[in-house]
C-alpha cells in the first residue's frame, strides 16, 4: 500500500497559499522552492563525485540570457528561456568535453569550473553597458508586472504555485535518474573509469549526459529568479560566491538524499534572512563567512549532511518494534 503521508504533504504544501496570505513568509518560501530546484540541478551531479564550482557560471547564464533577450529584443521569456538553457548546454560542452575527453578529474575539473564562475563575473562587470555590470540588471516590467506573456506577476499565490511545480519536477527528475542505467553508469565510473570502460560504459558520454543535464536545469533555475525577482546582480546569480553556496547547500542538507538539497536551501535562505534583518548592511558578506565554517564543520563532523544523518535513525526508529 502507498503510504500516504506524501501525498498528505503535498496536498498541504499545494493548498497553503489558499489559506495563508502573508506575503513576505510566501516570498521566502518561493526562494527556497526556486534555490532548491537549483542545488538539485547541483547535486545530480555532485552525487557521482562530479564536483563543480562553476554552476554559478550557468545560473548566470540562465538569468542574463534571458532578461537580455527580453530588454534588447523582446523575446518572451518563454523562448528566452529554453534559449537561456541552450546556451549552458553549449557551454557545458565545450567544457566538459574536452576535460572528460582528456581524463581530467578531481581537483583539476574542480579548479576549471571555479575558472568558468570568475569568468562569468568578469563578464558580466566589464560589459556593464550592456548587463549594468555590478549595479545589477532589472528587466522590463510588462503591463505592469503583470503578464503571462511577459512571465511575470504580482501575485507570491501565482509564484509560490510556479515555484512549487518547479521544486516538484527537480524532486522527479533526481528520482528519473535515481532508477535508471545512467545512475549505474555513472557509480561504476566514480568507482573505476578504467573498470567501467572495459565493461562497455562509455565514460565521457555519460559524464556529458549528466553535466548538460545538470548546466540546463541550473539555467532554467536561474532564469526564473530572474523573472520572479526582476533584479539580477552577479552577487546573486553569478561568481564564485554563488557556486560555493550551492555546494553548500547540497552538502548541509545531505548529497545523497533526493530532499537534502531542499534542506540546505531552507537552512541557507533561512541564515540569509536571518543576518539581514538582525544586522542589516553590516552583516553583508557575513553568510559567506558561516558557509564556510559551516562546510568544513559538516565535512568533518557530519559528511552524510542534515538529513542524510537523521533519515536512517528515523527509519530504524520506525522499524523498531514497539
Not at 528520482?175 to 561504476?188: F, G, K, P, W
Not at 545538470?214 to 546582480?233: H, K, P, R, V, W
Amino acid at each position: 500500500m502507498t503510504r500516504p503521508v506524501p501525498w498528505i504533504i503535498a496536498a498541504a504544501l499545494l493548498a497553503l497559499p489558499f489559506f495563508y496570505h502573508e506575503a513576505y513568509p510566501l516570498h521566502i518560501l518561493v526562494l527556497i522552492l526556486i534555490w532548491s530546484f537549483a542545488y538539485t540541478s547541483w547535486s545530480i551531479m555532485g552525487c557521482f563525485g562530479l564536483v563543480s564550482f562553476g554552476h554559478g557560471g550557468f545560473l548566470g547564464i540562465g538569468a542574463y540570457v534571458t532578461a537580455l533577450l527580453w530588454n534588447y529584443l523582446h523575446l518572451t521569456p518563454w523562448l528566452g528561456i529554453p534559449l537561456s538553457m541552450l546556451a549552458a548546454a553549449v557551454v557545458a560542452l565545450l567544457i566538459g568535453y574536452p576535460c572528460f575527453r582528456l581524463r581530467i578529474t578531481g581537483h583539476y575539473i574542480a579548479l576549471l569550473t571555479l575558472a568558468l564562475s570568475a569568468i562569468g563575473l568578469q563578464i558580466v562587470t566589464a560589459t556593464r553597458d550592456i548587463t549594468g555590470g555590478s549595479l545589477g540588471y532589472t528587466p522590463e516590467r510588462y503591463h505592469g508586472g503583470s503578464s503571462i506573456y511577459a512571465l511575470q506577476f504580482l501575485d507570491k499565490t501565482t509564484w509560490y504555485l510556479i515555484a512549487l511545480g518547479i521544486w516538484a519536477a527537480g524532486l522527479l527528475i533526481r528520482y528519473a535518474i535515481d532508477r535508471s542505467m545512467v545512475r549505474y553508469a555513472l557509480e561504476a565510473i566514480a568507482e573505476d573509469e578504467d573498470a567501467a570502460s572495459a565493461a562497455g560504459v562509455h565514460v565521457t558520454v555519460e559524464k556529458l549526459k549528466i553535466t548538460v543535464l545538470s548546466a540546463m536545469m541550473t539555467a532554467f533555475a536561474g532564469a526564473i529568479y530572474c523573472q520572479y525577482q526582476l533584479f539580477i546582480s552577479p552577487d546573486t546569480v553569478s561568481g564564485i560566491g554563488v557556486s560555493l553556496q550551492m555546494v553548500f547547500a547540497a552538502v548541509v542538507g545531505g548529497l545523497y538524499v533526493p530532499l537534502g538539497p531542499t534542506v540546505g536551501a531552507a537552512v541557507t535562505i533561512l541564515l540569509t534572512e536571518t543576518l539581514r534583518i538582525s544586522f542589516g548592511t553590516a552583516a553583508i558578506g557575513w553568510d559567506n563567512i558561516v558557509y564556510g565554517v559551516l562546510l568544513v564543520s559538516f565535512i568533518i563532523f557530519l559528511p552524510q549532511g542534515l538529513l542524510g544523518s537523521l533519515l536512517p535513525r528515523f527509519i530504524a526508529a520506525g522499524a523498531r518494534p514497539a
